[in-house]
């Protein structure tokens, strides 16, 4: 019996049987065909995705859902005020205001990136102004803002899949500001 890998095992399922072979799908990037006594010839995988080595044996196969199960990974993001003291447990550190954090030297700072691009738009900024009380309808509008930069979170996340990433914010109130609603985003899928 010939099986066909399409997806890490944990969350494939058996969709459809037909000729003796067996199709197992899920969200996984890999195609290979494992027969029961040893592995045959990697099938052609679709254009833009990789094609599988040939292994020995089936439980070879195992090491390439790694990087699958590493993208699957929950993001490990973190938020912190840029004026607390750099850590090695910060992982990845990356401001997310537009404007530099005042009396903060970039040596003190010891960041990795800055995303300014991800931070809220200045008349955005302005009007929120950190109240507490307009909060709701900043977290809204400002998602609304970062619908353009989808491409620029998503990097952020695969990053926060292989490592910590640490979202820096110059704001005074730790729960009403962007690197709080930017660190939602990334956790949820």
Request: glycine content about 6%; aromatic content about 6%; hydrophobic content about 40%.
């Given at each position: 019996?010939?099986v066909?890998?399409?997806?890490?095992?944990r969350?494939?399922?058996?969709?459809?049987?037909?000729?003796?072979?067996?199709?197992?799908?899920?969200?996984?990037?890999?195609?290979?065909?494992?027969?029961?006594?040893?592995?045959?010839?990697?099938?052609?995988?679709?254009?833009g995705?990789?094609?599988?080595a040939?292994?020995?044996?089936?439980?070879?196969?195992?090491?390439?859902?790694?990087?699958?199960?590493?993208?699957?990974?929950?993001?490990?993001?973190?938020?912190?005020?840029?004026?607390?003291?750099?850590?090695?447990?910060d992982?990845?550190?990356?401001?997310?205001?537009?404007l530099?954090?005042r009396?903060?030297?970039?040596?003190d700072?010891?960041?990795?990136?800055?995303?300014?691009?991800?931070?809220?738009s200045?008349?955005?900024?302005?009007w929120?102004n950190?109240?507490?009380?307009r909060?709701?309808?900043?977290?809204s509008?400002?998602r609304?803002?970062?619908?353009?930069?989808?491409?620029?979170?998503?990097?952020?996340?695969?990053?926060?899949?292989?490592?910590?990433?640490t979202?820096?914010?110059?704001?005074?109130?730790a729960?009403?500001n962007?690197?709080?609603?930017?660190?939602?985003?990334?956790?949820?899928?």
């Open positions: 019996m010939s066909r890998v399409t997806a890490p095992v969350r494939a399922a058996v969709r459809r049987q037909r000729l003796g072979t067996t199709v197992i799908k899920g969200n996984g990037k890999l195609k290979a065909n494992v027969k029961a006594k040893g592995m045959t010839k990697a099938t052609t995988a679709a254009p995705r990789r094609a599988p040939e292994f020995s044996s089936p439980a070879c196969l195992l090491h390439e859902f790694e990087g699958a199960l590493e993208s699957a990974a929950a993001p490990d993001v973190r938020i912190k005020r840029i004026n607390d003291k750099p850590a090695p447990e992982g990845f550190r990356t401001l997310v205001d537009r530099w954090p009396g903060m030297t970039r040596h700072a010891a960041l990795d990136a800055w995303a300014r691009e991800l931070a809220p200045t008349p955005l900024r302005r929120f950190h109240d507490p009380d909060w709701i309808a900043f977290r509008r400002y609304n803002e970062l619908r353009v930069h989808a491409s620029e979170l998503e990097a952020l996340r695969r990053r926060a899949g292989r490592e910590r990433v979202l820096l914010y110059a704001a005074r109130d729960k009403h962007n690197a709080v609603v930017i660190m939602g985003l990334l956790r949820r899928r």
